[in-house]
T-cell receptor, first 111, second 114 residues
Framework: SQQGEEDPQALSIQEGENATMNCSYKTSINNLQWYRQNSGRGLVHLILIRSNEREKHSGRLRVTLDTSKKSSSLLITASRAADTASYFCATVLNAGNMLTFGGGTRLMVKP | DGGITQSPKYLFRKEGQNVTLSCEQNLNHDAMYWYRQDPGQGLRLIYYSQIVNDFQKGDIAEGYSVSREKKESFPLTVTSAQKNPTAFYLC?????????????FGPGTRLTVL
């Protein structure tokens, strides 16, 4: 079973708008990571947030983590057509160092 | 250029045949992983290796086999026992120093069984 579940499954916005994707998980984690995948390609790591952190920024990306609610969100500000991709959250459990992926959010940014 | 490579990009196989997917990395990472991705889905872990000559089953290891004879290489064999092998296969590696870190992914191999 998948540890992380993304919401929404698909999101379509206009260029310049912000995009927010959410991820929920079930058990205690060491860290949570967000990845991006362009169609038919490998995944690219975006941000890693540890269980003792609440927020991290990287350029136009902002990730939050709420361990009490077992949830995380990825915010992409001022979106561009080039941001069109699938975005996955992945969790690393406290008991190990394997990544468990959610089903992803498919983001389409219209020019 | 440092990175992780997979070959071939596309692979076609007849039912009943074994096929081996290549994964090579020059990042000096100890850990390597194989994932399977079905259309519109997330990644599922097939096998992983944290050190040379050692590997562990992931969530969906049945019908697959791996070897880790060299640090740089982690080939995956899809055997005839795998009932539904058509999928996109992704290899990754990571540096485990200091705890679980980000994984670096190859470009993937798309396997189609004819």
């Amino acid at each position: 079973s998948q540890q992380g579940e993304e919401d929404p499954q698909a999101l379509s916005i206009q260029e310049g708008e912000n995009a927010t994707m959410n991820c929920s998980y079930k058990t205690s984690i060491n860290n949570l990571q967000w990845y991006r995948q362009n169609s038919g390609r490998g995944l690219v790591h975006l941000i890693l947030i540890r269980s003792n952190e609440r927020e991290k920024h990287s350029g136009r990306l902002r990730v939050t983590l709420d361990t009490s609610k077992k949830s995380s969100s990825l915010l992409i500000t001022a979106s561009r057509a080039a941001d069109t991709a699938s975005y996955f959250c992945a969790t690393v459990l406290n008991a190990g160092n394997m990544l468990t992926f959610g089903g992803g959010t498919r983001l389409m940014v219209k020019p | 250029d440092g990175g992780i490579t997979q070959s071939p990009k596309y692979l076609f196989r007849k039912e009943g045949q074994n096929v081996t997917l290549s994964c090579e990395q020059n990042l000096n990472h100890d850990a390597m992983y194989w994932y399977r991705q079905d259309p519109g889905q997330g990644l599922r872990l097939i096998y992983y290796s944290q050190i040379v000559n050692d590997f562990q089953k992931g969530d969906i290891a049945e019908g697959y086999s791996v070897s880790r004879e060299k640090k740089e290489s982690f080939p995956l064999t899809v055997t005839s026992a795998q009932k539904n092998p058509t999928a996109f296969y992704l290899c990754a590696s990571s540096n485990q120093a200091g705890g679980p870190n980000e994984q670096f992914f190859g470009p993937g191999t798309r396997l189609t069984v004819l």
